[in-house]
Nanobody
Framework: QVQLVESGGGLVQAGGSLRLSCAASRSLFSIDVMGWYRQAPGQQRELVAT???????NYADSAKGRFTISRDNTENTVSLQMSTLKPEDTAVYYCTARLFRGPIAYDYWGQGTQVTISS
């Protein structure tokens, strides 16, 4: 089991920056993939970025060049630095952790943090 707690959301003007953090209840070395997803009103949840235990990073096209995911193994936190924010980035952002046990993947989610970008 993994508990995830996000922080850092808020209201920012377009063009601004925000940094989201996610604290995990266990060592990041025991988690195969950490990531961020987001869900805008009336839309499906979508991938923003992921980072593996080996620090392989993947970004959604919408995040490339503007967002940076990173991990702090000593603090067991994963962060998402977001820059040049746009109104379409408005969403609830969720931290996620995936653990593989053989062929089975177990996914854990945080409660979400609201990010609102004003135009």
């Amino acid at each position: 089991q993994v508990q995830l707690v996000e922080s850092g959301g808020g209201l920012v003007q377009a063009g601004g920056s925000l940094r989201l953090s996610c604290a995990a209840s266990r060592s990041l070395f025991s988690i195969d993939v950490m990531g961020w997803y987001r869900q805008a009103p009336g839309q499906q949840r979508e991938l923003v970025a992921t980072i593996t235990r080996g620090s392989i990073i993947n970004y959604a096209d919408s995040a490339k060049g503007r967002f940076t995911i990173s991990r702090d193994n000593t603090e067991n936190t994963v962060s998402l630095q977001m820059s040049t924010l746009k109104p379409e980035d408005t969403a609830v952002y969720y931290c996620t952790a995936r653990l593989f046990r053989g062929p089975i993947a177990y996914d854990y989610w945080g409660q979400g943090t609201q990010v609102t970008i004003s135009s």
